[in-house]
């Protein structure tokens, strides 16, 4: 019998194997991006395998030249403003939802909660239509609001925390039930905040859905100065069009802010395991 | 709502008995602890609804004119010399209605791949809203929008005027919708030696003009039309 | 049903109806007009060159369901989902539970796995597109065969499942991971005490009790699969040999409705499309009665 030392050791290795050949997989893709920003248009266009890596220097200019051409700062601006509306928006509704379906009676449930369901059920083109006639209607095209307005409700979201509430244990809420605390009472101070990770998950990925978006603002937002990162990055991309160093480069600059927001909010995840009291 | 306004007079008895012994600050800081949510919420509701109304009853909403250039890589927007002289040419007002032009797009309906499909479903979000007038592309990539039935059949009476008048440069398409007609219909309108071309440099030589079949202002592409083949301007 | 409850049920049916107003009527005005509208359509066949609608009944239907595209297609989003799902879902939970641990760089690996889901699409697509060329693609070159990953009927549709699985599975791990976090660690410290190995605890302990998020992810994600259309579209041109055997549903949705003009047709299919997952949805859901489990 091996020592549990040595087993514990062993299996260490064995995982750090298995995530490292797993990020290589991953990141492939991401290091031929990288890679191909830095080199010159030349070398990014003559496929030969053996030229991965750039030949004559790594031509860090690209990015340069890219961060010249477009005013990042308002796009990344107009890109944060509309991520943090989106996101604030969605978890307020979403929670209170999710919270209702989860865990309250009320006649219709069924219903409803089958009607969030179809809306994830059919394709996203079929709304892009009547949601723009209704931002024009309302006069705010190439505005912040308009950004936001199919982004208010989510119905991913709702199921999401639905199934966070679910989770809970039941006791908590029946204590507080008994002790005489109403509805509202007890969700604002005793279940919402237990579901912190469900939250911090769903905020996540409205951040990042809306960060990728590229339709909507495209259609929302003609002028320059609202335009989001995504609409002004492909407008270069139509622009350049087969410039691969320069879209690439684009792409690497689109790519940073999500991925540190992520790294903001992923020590939340981690915190949270501390505060929530002796959880895993 | 009877439940409601009968907890409502206890409460404000009972809030104000708390708050007789305080003084005005700690007044302040008491609402402030246990109402800031009420607070929050309220001041939200407000200011967006505020917001909103005043958007729907001030924003400038609908338009003289709506354009959109495919694949040049000229500025053709808002602001650019093209759309000052065409404002001008045609004399409106930019501040009762929009006169809007969109030079950013980039699609080939016979390619796919990469934004082609998001400028395009862009395009056809636009078309199909009524907002867009007229559309300039390639002369097959406007064949191409107007076999799938976008663009308005110059046959209509709605621009009998524009057919008449521009007889002459006619393009047709062939739909691909065979029950509405087997033979070429006429969608386009060849505007290659146009102002765009000799004087904004947009496109090189070859460009189409299409009005959209859904526009509610057919005399908009009219007056675009004349403006394009009319004399040039001294620049100012 | 209202007379028979309890006031203190009445409160509670209040509020919740009071709760999830704010996301049914923002749900109603933003989707459902657009659905309705859509189903209409399905009945119509819209206008060309600026005429109305113009009623059809069933015509479309029929249409759509004799053609043999629609069932190809169908298989086809049937079996791309078979792809993503299982090994979207597989993957990523062995990638959560590993890196719940205290894992040496768990911060890095977390990061790195997330990555695939913040790329912009048209960037995922050239990338993989690249990879799996078949003169000069890296897959070709580092394995030395000449095998035509996204033009051979046969095995593009696996292909175009592999780029599926390869950007899900950070989302996928990401819901995972929260899920993990809600079971109780003491649960695991008994089971050590009582010597019950890594195995053993993970199938009698963590899969059980992450059987409510693990359905959520199998729902979604069927849902997600099953309206592919990005992935198909970026990397395999109109001229791809392939394109038959991999496009999906809405794939064909787009091509009659924005490419062709035809919007009736494109509607028809989607509500062939809602039907199918519907039917998919609720048996799932008898499902989750058994499996899942509950508090």
């Known amino acids: ?280 | 709502m009877k439940g409601l306004r009968e907890r409502l007079g206890p409460w404000l008895e009972t809030e104000t008995e708390k708050m007789r012994g305080m003084t005005a600050r700690q007044r302040f800081s008491y609402i402030l602890t246990y109402y800031w949510l009420w607070i929050l919420g309220i001041i939200s509701v407000v200011s967006i609804s505020g917001y909103m109304i005043y958007r729907a009853a001030f924003a400038v909403k609908d338009y003289w004119f709506y354009g959109m250039y495919v694949n040049t890589m000229e500025n053709g927007g808002n602001g650019s010399p093209l759309w000052r002289d065409f404002v001008m040419y045609a004399g409106y007002d930019t501040s009762v209605k929009k006169v809007e032009m969109n030079a950013s797009a980039w699609f080939d309906p016979s390619v796919r791949g990469g934004t082609n499909n998001s400028y395009y479903q862009a395009f056809v979000a636009l078309v199909e809203s009524g907002d867009l007038d007229v559309v300039v592309m390639g002369r097959e990539g406007l064949q191409g929008i107007g076999s799938s039935g976008r663009l308005l059949d110059l046959k209509d009476p709605k621009c009998a005027a524009i057919a008449e008048k521009y007889a002459d440069r006619i393009v047709t398409c062939i739909p691909y919708d065979t029950e509405y007609s087997e033979d070429p219909v006429p969608v386009g309108i060849d505007i290659s030696d146009s102002l765009l071309v000799t004087k904004y440099h947009l496109y090189e030589d070859d460009c189409v003009l299409g009005i959209s079949a859904y526009t509610q202002r057919p005399e908009s592409a009219e007056v675009f039309l004349d403006f394009l083949f009319s004399e040039p301007q001294e620049a100012k | 049903m209202l007379k028979n409850m309890s006031p203190k049920e009445k409160t509670e049916a209040k509020w919740g109806l009071l709760f999830v107003a704010p996301t049914m009527i923002g749900l109603i005005v933003l989707n459902f007009y657009p659905i309705f509208n859509t189903i209409y359509q399905s009945f119509c066949k819209t206008g060309d060159f600026g005429k109305g609608n113009t009623f059809v009944g069933l015509a479309n239907y029929s249409k759509v369901l004799a053609a043999p595209e629609t069932w190809q297609s169908l298989w086809n989003t049937i079996k791309y989902a078979l792809i993503e799902v299982p090994f979207g879902i597989v993957i990523a939970l062995i990638l959560a539970v590993l890196l719940n641990k205290k894992v040496a760089g768990r911060s890095v690996y977390r990061t790195i796995f997330f990555l695939p889901m913040v790329c912009a699409p048209a960037a995922v697509a050239m990338v993989w597109k690249w990879l799996y060329n078949t003169q000069f693609g890296l897959l070709n070159n580092v394995f030395h065969t000449k095998v035509a990953w996204i033009s051979d009927p046969n095995i593009a549709w696996i292909s175009i499942g592999v780029i599926g699985v390869w950007s899900i599975i950070g989302y996928n791990m990401v819901l995972f991971i929260g899920g993990l976090q809600e079971i109780p660690g003491d649960y695991y410290e008994a089971a050590s005490i009582d010597g019950a190995n890594g195995f053993r605890q993970f199938f009698s302990i963590t899969v059980p009790l992450l059987s409510p998020t693990t359905f959520f992810i199998v729902q979604t994600r069927i849902i997600g699969a099953l309206t592919v259309f990005d992935l198909m579209f970026m990397v395999m041109d109109k001229t791809n040999v392939a394109l038959k055997k991999v496009q999906s549903i809405v794939y064909l949705f787009y091509q009659y409705a924005f490419t062709n003009g035809n919007k009736g047709y494109g509607a028809t299919l989607v509500v062939v499309l809602l039907v199918f997952i519907m039917i998919v949805t609720f048996i799932l859901q008898q499902v989750e009665k058994r499996v899942v489990y509950h508090n």
Not at chain 1, 38 to 58: D, H, R
Request: charged content about 10%; aromatic content about 12%; proline content about 5%.
């Open chain 1, 1 to 280: 019998m091996k020592s549990a030392e040595a087993k514990a050791r062993r299996n260490k290795i064995l995982t750090q194997i298995v995530l490292i050949i797993m990020a290589f997989i991953m990141l492939v893709p991401f290091a031929w991006m990288i890679l191909t920003a830095l080199k010159t248009n030349q070398e990014s266009i003559s496929v030969n395998p053996f030229y991965i890596f750039p030949a004559n220097g790594w031509h860090w200019e690209n990015f340069a030249t890219v961060w010249k051409s477009y005013n990042f700062i308002i796009l990344y601006k107009n890109t944060l403003l509309m991520i943090f509306f989106r996101v604030v928006c969605a978890c307020l509704t979403a929670t209170m939802a999710g919270y209702a379906f989860g865990r309250l009676k009320f006649p219709g449930k069924k219903i409803l909660f089958t009607m969030v369901l179809i809306q994830m059920m059919v394709p996203a083109q079929i709304f892009i239509i009547p949601q723009y006639l209704m931002v024009s209607k309302m006069g705010m095209l190439n505005t912040t609001f308009g950004l936001v307005w199919p982004g208010i409700v989510t119905a991913f979201g709702t199921y999401l925390l639905k199934t966070g509430y679910e989770g809970l244990p039941m006791d908590l809420e029946e204590a507080a039930n008994i002790d005489g605390c109403s509805v509202p009472g007890r969700f604002l101070h005793i279940m919402m905040p237990l579901t912190k990770s469900s939250m911090v998950s769903l905020g996540i990925f409205t951040a990042v859905f809306a960060f990728k978006d590229l339709m909507w603002p495209m259609i929302v937002c003609t002028n320059a100065s609202t335009t989001t990162l995504s609409a002004g990055l492909a407008k270069m991309q139509g622009q350049y069009g087969s410039e691969y160093p320069t879209m690439m480069a684009a792409a690497t600059l689109a790519v940073l802010p999500m991925v540190i927001i992520y790294v903001i909010f992923q020590k939340q995840f981690v915190e949270g395991i501390a505060t929530s009291g002796g959880k895993l």
